[in-house]
């Protein structure tokens, strides 16, 4: 019963990540936007990498390619490699401490910039470099309160189920 | 918590096959969506799923907008209808001239006989407050394939040149703006029919205009307008205005810039024009030399 509490929670919060991608911010700090969903996938494929990895986040990717009118696959290939990782440490950044976590988060949310710049630069599409940087740095900045936030959320949901 | 945390300490099972699977398949769809539009229907079926989350992250700017409009002041609206109608009496002025002259320019092109331009369909489109791509100055507005929008299809504003319809979906579909860093415009300068190409710059307020000769005849205050080469917009729309002009004596061409007439990055509403298919040879004479997009 927990884990299929946990499964809405998931969805849920993941939706919520999309929408939050989605949300209209002014254009003067719209390039300083968390990557949400990479940031959820994270802690996901941490917490519960049995269920939750490369299939999510292919899946995941392929919805914030079709959102965002990128090649279909850019977002999915950038975020299953990603998770991946994760899925692949995720003993050893589950004893991380905090800030040793939030800095590791950010190196992933860096490389997954660089997989997109990188597509974006094969394809032929340019767009002013802070695009890329500044979702790290915001990241970095948003994870701990991400991180706390889901840890609330899904104590509470097995002890509904 | 504790149950996962036993549990995962085994391996997961093949992970390592399944990753690089999906890469591969993501690699095949992007190769194949960059050459081929045959993706479309995929990305329009996934499209219509994630439509009622778009109309949901919409809601709260237009309920702001609504409660702004809802609570304005008589003192504001009585204040508002006067500016309006004085707009509405001068504009009325103007389009009489125009009529005029629309009239006699079709005498002169009969005389000359020249193709008619295009007088496209215009129909109003919503855009949706969602945020498309941060790569690219993308807009989402609400009309589709089912309103008949089409690729390519050109927008406007009350004020000058928008963009392109870049993807249809559905019932939405994204547009590129001319400011985007990957568009480039055909335009001409209305003053004496110069003609060069303005590309975005990724500001909404710049266009940049790198083909234009140290000795060309432009200045600041020039008006930009569509040239219709291309064929991708329809000619004679008012684009940019030009900002600045700096001649370097040692380089081959100036440095120009201009700055959009449309408000790029306040508008609401937008039309789009629709152009006969038959009469969209016209807008593209004799050379296909640039590029609409």
Do not use: C
């Amino acid at each position: 019963m927990a884990t299929r509490d946990l499964r809405g929670t998931m969805i849920a919060t993941l939706v919520a990540g999309v929408a939050l991608t989605m949300l209209p911010l002014p254009a003067s700090i719209n390039a300083f936007r968390p990557d949400w969903v990479l940031m959820l996938l994270i802690y996901w494929s941490m917490r519960m990498p049995q269920r939750y990895s490369v299939g999510t986040a292919w899946l995941a990717g392929i919805t914030l390619d079709v959102v965002q009118g990128t090649y279909l696959g850019q977002h999915a290939l950038a975020m299953s490699f990603v998770v991946f990782l994760t899925v692949k440490f995720h003993l050893l950044m589950r004893m991380f401490p905090l800030l040793q976590l939030t800095l590791s988060v950010a190196g992933l949310v860096a490389l997954y910039q660089f997989l997109l710049f990188w597509i974006n630069g094969v394809a032929g599409i340019s767009a002013p470099e802070r695009v890329y940087w500044a979702p790290v740095l915001i990241s970095l900045l948003a994870w701990p309160f991400v991180s706390m936030f889901m840890n609330g959320l899904t104590m509470r949901a097995p002890s509904r189920g | 918590m504790a149950r996962t945390g036993h549990t995962d300490v085994a391996r997961i099972p093949a992970l390592g096959v399944r990753t690089v699977a999906l890469l591969v398949l993501s690699l095949i769809l992007m190769v194949y969506d960059h050459r081929t539009q045959q993706l479309d229907a995929v990305r329009s079926a996934i499209g219509v799923v994630v439509y009622p989350l778009q109309v949901v992250v919409d809601t709260p700017a237009r309920v702001w907008g609504w409660m702004v409009d809802s609570t304005t002041s008589r003192n504001d609206l009585e204040l508002e209808n006067a500016r309006l109608r004085v707009q509405q009496r001068l504009t009325r002025a103007e389009l009489q001239q125009l009529l005029a002259l629309e009239a006699e320019n079709a005498r002169l092109r009969d005389l000359l006989e020249a193709r008619d331009r295009i007088s496209g369909d215009v129909r109003v489109a919503g855009i949706v407050s969602v945020d498309a791509n941060p790569f690219r100055h993308n807009i989402v507005i609400d009309v589709g394939t089912r309103d008949r929008v089409y690729e390519g299809q050109s927008l406007i504003d009350a004020k000058g040149v928008l963009g392109q319809v870049l993807k249809t979906g559905l019932n939405t579909s994204q547009a590129i703006l001319i400011s985007d860093p990957d568009h480039a415009l055909p335009v001409e300068v209305n003053r004496n029919g110069l003609r060069t190409i303005a590309f975005g710059t990724g500001q909404f307020d710049v266009l940049d205009l790198p083909f234009l000769p140290n000795n060309a005849d432009i200045q600041p205050g020039d008006l930009l307008v569509t040239s219709g080469l291309g064929g991708a917009f329809p000619p004679g729309y008012p684009v940019a205005r030009i900002a600045t002009v700096n001649r370097i004596p040692q380089q081959q061409f100036a440095e120009v810039t201009a700055v959009p007439e449309a408000s790029l990055n306040q508008v609401r509403e937008v039309m789009l024009i629709y152009m006969n298919s038959d009469s969209a040879g016209a807008a593209d004479p004799d050379n296909g030399a640039t590029d609409g997009d």
